[in-house]
Every structure is written in C-alpha cells, then in structure tokens.
C-alpha cells in the first residue's frame, strides 16, 4: 500500500501516539515532536511546497486568532513583518498552479 493510499482507520506511528499523550498532558513545550508528527503525516501526499505553504498559513491563521484578527501583533509572534502576514494570506488566497 502507497502512503497516498493509506487507511484513515490506521494506527498511529510512535511519534503520533507520543505527541497525543504530549498534548494530553498539557505539555505543549515539545515543538520539534509535534512537527515531526506531522512531517511524518504529510511525506509522499504532498510536495515540501505544499506542506510550507500550509505550515506557513496554519501558523499564521493561529497567531490571528490569538491576537484578535490584529496582523501587526500576529506578526509580532511570528517573529515577521506585517507585510509578511499580509502577503501569506495573499498567496494562500491566490495558490500558483
């Protein structure tokens, strides 16, 4: 079975279970098992274009959302300019083919 064609109803790999029981016991610290889990679920369904551009808008979408739907303190937590926020959310409008 090809990765694109996997079962929904499989089983968790070991970095997934270890990231549920991480978020499960609160412990959000562990960014670098959470980005592995979702490599992990993303390589061979989507080129490393797509997964950026998708990493690139979750994050930014996220930090909206905390920051009340301000892009200059989304930014801000990014660690980006407001520019930056602004010409993600472009893109992710606008997807080249």
Request: hydrophobic share 40%; glycine share 6%.
């Amino acid at each position: 079975m090809t990765p694109s064609t996997r079962s929904p109803s499989r089983h968790p790999t070991a970095t997934e279970s270890r990231l549920a029981r991480t978020i499960k016991d609160g412990d959000p610290s562990d960014s670098r098992l959470a980005i592995q889990a979702a490599a992990e679920t993303v390589v061979g369904r989507m080129s490393l274009g797509e997964a950026l551009a998708l990493f690139r808008k979750t994050m930014v979408d996220l930090a909206l959302a905390k920051q009340q739907g301000s892009r200059r303190a989304a930014a801000k937590i990014l660690g980006v300019t407001r520019p930056a926020v602004q010409h993600i959310l472009r893109l992710s409008k606008n997807p080249t083919p």
